[in-house]
């Protein structure tokens, strides 16, 4: 079946400007996750939810940072007033239930000019 | 909160030759360890993981291999090719309220060369 899907695969912004990172999970897949990769690093957690959600959301690193995941499927990371400090791979990814393997999508190429 | 160190960070052998990526774990608790593999521009890839249950998993040319006393597990590749070039990275989850949570290690760069 289809994997974990993200778009855009690359965004490039601004300064001080607002985006959007959207996550499609595998289908069925109730637990959902983000992470932030910076350059020739291991990917870092940001947050989980379980269903609608954010059971963990210790990874975050600032008040600009926030995700949502309404209907328990589609997630949103949201990231304002974005700093160039925030440029990096964002990967999500899915796992049939919380503590399953998890599926990782292709990530989002966040650049911050 | 867990700390996963890795090594080496790069790895360079030949095809046909074995190779060895070795992590050690900070956090007791951590109950589940799996292993990804990431090529450029794209994203990890889950190539083996094992439980605290089993000290050790097998799936043809790799195997994963864990010590809970001493907190380290390593990742076996045998017979290589150069297709297996890219970046591995091992990573640790505990249970309570770290469940789902990964923690990754600072990966190796695996070159075979043919």
């Known amino acids: 079946g289809a994997g974990v899907s993200q778009t855009p695969s690359n965004k490039v912004t601004e300064k001080g400007k607002y985006v959007e990172l959207r996550c499609d999970p595998i289908?069925?897949?109730?637990?959902l996750y983000w992470y932030r990769q910076s350059l020739g690093q291991g990917p870092e957690f940001l947050i989980y939810f379980q269903g609608t959600g954010a059971a963990d959301d210790s990874g975050l690193p600032n008040d600009r940072f926030f995700a949502v995941r309404p209907e328990g499927s589609v997630s949103t990371l949201k990231i304002q007033r974005t700093e160039r400090g925030d440029s990096a791979v964002y990967l999500c990814?899915?796992?049939?239930?919380?503590?399953?393997?998890?599926?990782f999508g292709p990530g989002t190429r966040l650049t911050v000019l | 909160g867990e700390n996963v160190e890795q090594h080496p960070s790069t790895l360079s052998v030949q095809e046909g030759d074995s190779a060895v990526i070795k992590c050690t774990y900070s956090d007791s608790a951590s109950n589940y360890f799996p292993w990804y593999k990431q090529e450029l521009g794209k994203g990890p890839q889950l190539i083996i993981d094992?439980?605290?249950?089993?000290g050790e998993k097998k799936d043809q040319r790799i195997a994963v291999t864990l010590n809970k006393t001493a907190k380290h597990f390593s990742l076996h590749i045998t017979e290589t090719q150069p297709e297996d070039s890219a970046v591995y990275f091992c990573?640790?989850?505990?249970?309570?309220?770290?469940?789902?949570?990964?923690?990754f290690g600072q990966g190796t760069i695996l070159t075979v060369h043919p």
């Open positions: 289908s069925g897949h109730t637990a």
């Open positions: 990814a899915s796992s049939r239930e919380g503590g399953d393997t998890q599926y």
């Open positions: 094992i439980r605290s249950n089993v």
């Open positions: 990573a640790a989850s505990a249970g309570g309220t770290s469940y789902g949570k990964l923690t």
